[in-house]
């Protein structure tokens, strides 16, 4: 049995946000996850899904879904910025933890905003906001795991300070190998220009979690090109569904398997905004070509 626990996320159909008429419905995400496949969902935004705790397993429970993680936004570079962080981490980890969930996602602040392409701050952290970012990430993963019992997973993220191959690694060497660990997007490494076998090898240890996404380089090298913010580069069709971008799937989940313990690998192919068709038909591809790579479905 593969180790390897595939499952979706509210991003496969093109939710960003807590509330937005172009997003597909809740109940609709749900059932259509069902439909699709996939056994285990992410809570993606806080907000889009019921947060009552009680309600919402009551719902997972009529689908037979299952939660593996919660995702926050952490600015943590920015001074004064934890208690903002934190009263995240009180909302979002507790109800991922009354559903069953394992794991946080952390994603750093953004200096560029999706919806946008505004530059909110500069590009690159000086040397005293990297040691911001990484002692404030230090505290809150293991704040995370005291008080909720969760594994903290960081995920580098385009337009953020965490962004290309360099800089994950600059922040795994600065920061607690104990209390931070790596949500592994293969997506985002591959748009940066990273080499996600390389980071499996040569970090083992941080590889917590998995997203799963591939990028079409063509669009890539034209976003790149124009300098132009992850938001503009999703509405061009950066994030393709496998095998049609890059990293290849096969290698990567055989190197995830290598690990030789359990981790979830979440597909999350960025598609904000979509028509409310869309997602089903590519999220039944995507799951079906993850069965041919000899990954259960569930």
Same mark, same amino acid.
């Given at each position: 049995?593969? /180790?390897?626990?595939?499952? &979706?996320?509210?991003?496969?159909?093109?939710?960003? @946000?807590?509330?937005?008429?172009?997003? &597909?419905?809740? #109940?609709? @995400?749900l059932d259509e996850v069902v439909e699709a496949g996939y056994a285990w969902i992410e809570l993606g935004p806080y907000g889009y899904l019921p947060t009552d705790a009680q309600r919402l397993s009551d719902e997972l429970a009529a689908r037979s879904l299952k939660v593996s993680a919660g995702t926050i936004f952490a600015a943590l570079h920015r001074p004064d910025h934890y208690d903002e962080a934190w009263a995240q981490v009180e909302q979002v980890a507790s109800l991922t933890r009354a559903v069953g969930g394992t794991h946080l996602v952390v994603i750093p602040g953004q200096w560029r905003?999706?919806? #946008?392409?505004?530059?909110?701050?500069?590009?690159?952290?000086?040397?005293?906001?990297? /040691? /911001?970012?990484?002692?404030?990430?230090?505290? *809150?993963? $293991?704040?995370? $795991?005291?008080?909720?019992?969760? %594994?903290?997973? +960081?995920?580098?993220?385009?337009?953020?300070?965490?962004?290309?191959?360099?800089?994950?690694?600059? +922040? *795994?060497?600065?920061?607690?190998?104990?209390?931070?660990?790596?949500?592994?997007?293969?997506?985002?490494?591959?748009?940066?220009?990273?080499?996600?076998?390389?980071?499996?090898?040569?970090?083992?240890?941080?590889?917590?979690? $998995?997203?799963?996404?591939?990028?079409?380089?063509?669009?890539? #090298?034209?976003?790149?090109?124009?300098?132009?913010? +992850?938001?503009?580069?999703?509405?061009?069709?950066?994030?393709?569904?496998?095998? %049609?971008?890059?990293?290849?799937?096969?290698?990567?989940?055989?190197?995830?398997?290598?690990?030789?313990?359990?981790? +979830?690998?979440?597909?999350? %192919?960025?598609?904000?905004?979509? $028509?409310?068709?869309?997602?089903?038909?590519?999220?039944?591809? &995507?799951?079906?070509?993850?069965?041919?790579? /000899? *990954?259960?479905?569930?």
């Amino acid at each position: 049995m593969s /180790r390897i626990t595939i499952g &979706t996320a509210p991003d496969s159909w093109g939710v960003w @946000f807590a509330d937005d008429p172009l997003q &597909t419905p809740w #109940t609709r @995400f749900l059932d259509e996850v069902v439909e699709a496949g996939y056994a285990w969902i992410e809570l993606g935004p806080y907000g889009y899904l019921p947060t009552d705790a009680q309600r919402l397993s009551d719902e997972l429970a009529a689908r037979s879904l299952k939660v593996s993680a919660g995702t926050i936004f952490a600015a943590l570079h920015r001074p004064d910025h934890y208690d903002e962080a934190w009263a995240q981490v009180e909302q979002v980890a507790s109800l991922t933890r009354a559903v069953g969930g394992t794991h946080l996602v952390v994603i750093p602040g953004q200096w560029r905003s999706d919806t #946008t392409g505004e530059a909110l701050e500069p590009r690159t952290l000086d040397d005293e906001g990297w /040691r /911001r970012l990484a002692s404030g990430m230090d505290r *809150l993963g $293991a704040a995370v $795991a005291d008080e909720y019992g969760l %594994q903290m997973a +960081f995920h580098s993220h385009a337009d953020t300070h965490v962004d290309t191959q360099d800089e994950i690694e600059r +922040f *795994l060497a600065m920061t607690d190998p104990d209390a931070v660990k790596l949500c592994l997007d293969t997506g985002h490494v591959s748009y940066s220009g990273g080499d996600n076998l390389e980071i499996i090898r040569r970090y083992p240890d941080r590889i917590a979690y $998995a997203h799963l996404k591939q990028v079409d380089p063509q669009v890539v #090298t034209k976003v790149k090109a124009e300098d132009l913010g +992850f938001g503009d580069a999703v509405k061009l069709g950066a994030m393709v569904e496998p095998p %049609q971008g890059v990293p290849a799937m096969p290698q990567v989940l055989e190197a995830l398997e290598g690990l030789g313990r359990d981790v +979830f690998a979440i597909v999350e %192919q960025d598609l904000y905004p979509v $028509a409310p068709e869309v997602p089903l038909p590519i999220a039944r591809r &995507t799951n079906s070509y993850l069965r041919s790579c /000899r *990954l259960p479905q569930a």
